[in-house]
């Protein structure tokens, strides 16, 4: 078989690991709507920790209008007082932000890496970032333990995919030691269209205060092109 006709091989390269298509999904070509659900961040720890932008941005204006009101009744100091306290916040808020990385951004940084890895075939990092037992399932190919699984997605295409892109990360924690990323791969091929894809990542680590997080088990879910599992 031509191997750019081989879409083992060409979804391995494009999207990191083999194509999947779960029956729930509907189209082959459209991102589906039903996509698993990630449990999302609060809403408190994701504008402190995460995103704190909206909310630098909002006690900046909350600042202003104080100063705003506070001085056209003649109480100029106290306006400034209290834009300089707003500028704390967003100050603290920004500082927050840089110092302290949760664990849905470490196993966001994580899931990133691994995709990175996969694509540039640099196995000794793939060997960092999955666990010993790790496993891959998918309707055309499964593999399991560590050594086996870098084997099939070191199974490339060379010069087919000619970059990437990841859009979009969704990771949530499930418990204190286990964690999922959902993750769109955006890739551009020299054969082939643009295509996405989505893949489901568990992650694992030693204890709570670890952050060497490890994937134990990879399951893509959709990818753009590839009918669903009835299909032929």
Same mark, same amino acid.
């Given at each position: 078989m031509n191997p750019i006709h081989d879409p083992i091989r060409i979804a391995w390269y494009i999207c990191s690991f083999i194509p999947y298509t779960r029956d729930t999904m509907q189209s082959p070509l459209f991102e589906p709507k039903n996509l698993p659900q990630i449990e999302p961040a609060s809403?408190?720890?994701?504008?402190?920790?995460?995103?704190?932008?909206?909310?630098?941005?909002?006690? *900046? $204006? %909350?600042?202003v209008l104080l100063l705003l009101a506070l001085h056209t009744r003649g109480k100029a100091k106290q306006g400034l007082l209290a834009l300089g306290l707003a500028a704390l916040i967003?100050?603290?808020?920004?500082?927050?932000?840089?110092?302290?990385?949760?664990?849905?951004?470490?196993?966001?940084?994580?899931?990133?890496?691994?995709?990175?890895?996969?694509?540039?075939?640099?196995?000794?990092a793939m060997q960092l970032l999955m666990g010993a037992d790790v496993q891959v399932q998918s309707r055309f190919a499964n593999a399991e333990g560590q050594n086996r699984v870098i084997t099939l997605a070191s199974s490339r295409v060379? *010069? $087919? %995919?000619?970059?990437?892109t990841i859009p979009e990360i969704r990771a949530d924690l499930p418990g204190p030691r286990v964690g999922r990323t959902m993750i769109k791969v955006r890739a551009q091929s020299s054969h082939l269209p643009t295509t996405s894809s989505w893949w489901m990542v568990h992650w694992e680590r030693a204890n709570e205060s670890s952050d060497d997080w490890v994937a134990i088990y990879i399951e893509p879910i959709w990818i753009q092109g590839i009918g669903e599992s009835g299909d032929n």
């Open positions: 809403p408190l720890s994701h504008a402190i920790f995460e995103e704190p932008i909206l909310a630098m941005i909002g006690a *900046g $204006l %909350v600042g967003s100050g603290g808020l920004y500082l927050t932000s840089h110092l302290v990385q949760t664990d849905r951004e470490v196993i966001s940084s994580r899931a990133t890496e691994l995709v990175e890895a996969v694509a540039v075939g640099d196995q000794q060379p *010069g $087919l %995919v000619e970059g990437f």
